[in-house]
């Protein structure tokens, strides 16, 4: 039998219900999905690694198929190492089809045994983002409507 | 074990190489593939819906795990029917992400449990459609390039 | 007191709870709009002149600030007739506004007092079209969630 | 009598004969507009906020209806405070479209009561923006025609 | 020395003065440009081809350099008989683009030897096109500014 | 004789074989093109400007019409320096489209005796960029496949 694994790639900094309905919608294609959270030593993030991996272990805490991890190399790079035969992606807007055209190809083109499969967000998801997220909170604007609760709950304690 | 079926709906009118290498990479991700050959009575097609069936049947006969059928009716109707739970698309352009959106966030509402999945097409074959080789056939030009050779012969026998 | 009547221009074949929503987010903006149903001699529409004018003004039987008519002519021609100094149109993915741009150009071009005004449809209404209606009345599918009820009872009686 | 008031945000880093444009003909719509300059305390503006106003209301000293501010908050808190219940904002490519369907759609979900307005800009403005205008000074050349003349003068004898 | 030959294909139903910007400011690039009328069977003309071909030669009398003829068969078969090597064409907008690009890498891909060579319309051309100019037309409008005036003079006097 | 020079600028940080092949297709149209590699004072490139002078220079060693430089100042008056009548870009996606829009339609305005010449690049390049070069190189993947040997040779040398 082969086993489906794929990688959900991102900084997820923060994750949000856009994420999370994608990672749920996906679940019966694969057999396992690996979150892997992008490490970029060029950009600092917003959020430590620590509490992005924490919100998101915590958020499928009940789901045995899905891993949480980290990396810090090209995507593609990592994939090949977990042994995932597939990168999973959504699709918002057709300004994100274009970039995500752009990586999917140079993926394939560096490694062509793993495929980019894509699920297009929700009508309701679509102009969710971590950016406007991030853009929120330094704001101290309201972002309980954009990211999963246990997060809402901690950033109104501790950010706003 | 969950059975992972997809159909793979279009008028295919004629099959084109791009058709058929979206299908090839989807094989890894699906237990079984049915293609499904929409008729729409409105439009008098190309080619006979028999001859359409014929072709790709004869493309993909080594392939156990693919089914070829026809279809009139709304795709998402048809896909409930045959106990499919994900849609296959490719994604050429950003006009077609536009377009196959619309389509997939409509039967998303219609029938919330069926999935649309998308690949995106290989650069090489974005150029690829069914129409342009219809145009490219009508001035009895060459579409070997653009056809699987078992359609390419037959055309060049029969319509040229 | 200057008043500020629109012009809501479109062939409503039929009218959908698109259109509903960004006549009634308009409301604030305008002191009266016509919803004009633009009949184009070259379409034979699905639904009748008659039908789709009465469905309209039944929906907006209770807004005085709101008439309906019908009109055989330029939109910019009969907005001028009209004494309008406004078109209104919603926005709805990137495709509509390339259409959208070119049609308000033009319109800029021939007749400059009269200027386009745009809202974006809400996420959730987004893929939502009189075409796609259509398609799935075509094929006796569930259009209740498109149309605005009363359009959605009757269509459910006489075409299903 | 309801009384019409809408915010045009922006960082006019500079103000630019496009903006212009879309303030002049939007002043049939409203009661009163307010131009508001957004202070991002992240990035260094290219002229000062204080800069920035005086031109602004220099261009528009005659006109009683227009009002200039500065904000330091997520746009739609500002818009809210001021009591208006329009954003107006203009779109020139689709590449603007996607952009402000996300932030008007986000704004829209923060706080539904206030609607974005749009207008297209003219066709001779499409290209005009002011990262262009402050690119062109960065090299010294000439931004006479994509600025309001009170500014090109100023540039011309103290940047240039 | 080698002659630049450009073919300058299209249906011109009517030629606008988009086609004319286009093509006089290619005058510099090439040796000879041919202006060729698409004829297709298919769809009828409003415009027949005899009037068609007597409005751009009566256009271009003065310049040497350009001649107008009609064809009917693929634009790059039609092209490589004549001898040129470049097809020249125009780009309006994104969803130009989209199209154009689809027929560019065909013709690429049947005839690698000829290159398509494209000019940006001027911002103020960018809305108008053959087919806007006709619906005008069939409402009787003033089409004025959208074709050279020798065609603008004909329409007014023949069509409205 | 008009001789026709056109320039092609870019930061080039690095040249990639998509670069190369636009300047390749491009050489039947002009009788000189200037490689122009602009130096942007506030961003540090990722190679030197001595570095990417030599791997252009060397790429093109055998072809007479082609020359290498280097400008610090806006395109378009660069160009005018040179006596180019041509700017000469290539296009691969349409958020390329919209950008190169923009910058040639500011272009034309600084300087309407320039005009700027497109290509398509082709469809197997359609995704390759400086930027995504670099960002391969960073994690020390494979870039060979992207820019000329000459280059691929040396940055596996001394950066992987």
Redesign the interface.
């Known amino acids: 039998m082969?086993e489906?694994i794929a990688v959900f790639p991102g900084s997820f900094d923060p994750f949000t219900i856009g994420h999370c309905s994608i990672i749920k919608?996906?679940i019966?294609?694969f057999d396992k999905i690996i979150i892997a959270i992008g490490l970029n030593d060029d950009k600092r993030s917003f959020f430590s690694k620590e509490k992005r991996t924490e919100w998101i272990k915590a958020i499928f805490r009940d789901y045995d198929m899905i891993e949480v991890d980290t990396f810090n190399?090209?995507t593609i790079?990592y994939a090949k190492k977990t042994g995932a035969?597939?990168l999973l992606r959504g699709?918002r807007?057709?300004?994100d089809?274009?970039?995500?055209?752009?990586i999917?190809?140079?993926n394939?083109?560096?490694y062509p045994e793993i495929?980019?499969?894509?699920?297009?967000t929700?009508?309701?998801h679509?102009?969710?983002?971590s950016t406007?997220v991030r853009?929120?909170i330094k704001?101290k604007?309201?972002v309980s409507?954009f990211v999963p609760d246990i997060i809402a709950s901690e950033i109104h304690h501790s950010y706003l």
């Open positions: 082969k489906r919608r996906a019966p294609v190399s090209l790079e035969k597939f699709l807007t057709s300004a089809f274009e970039f995500e055209r752009q999917g190809q140079v394939k083109s560096l495929e980019s499969i894509y699920l297009l929700l009508p309701e679509t102009y969710i983002s406007i853009e929120i704001y604007g309201d409507r």
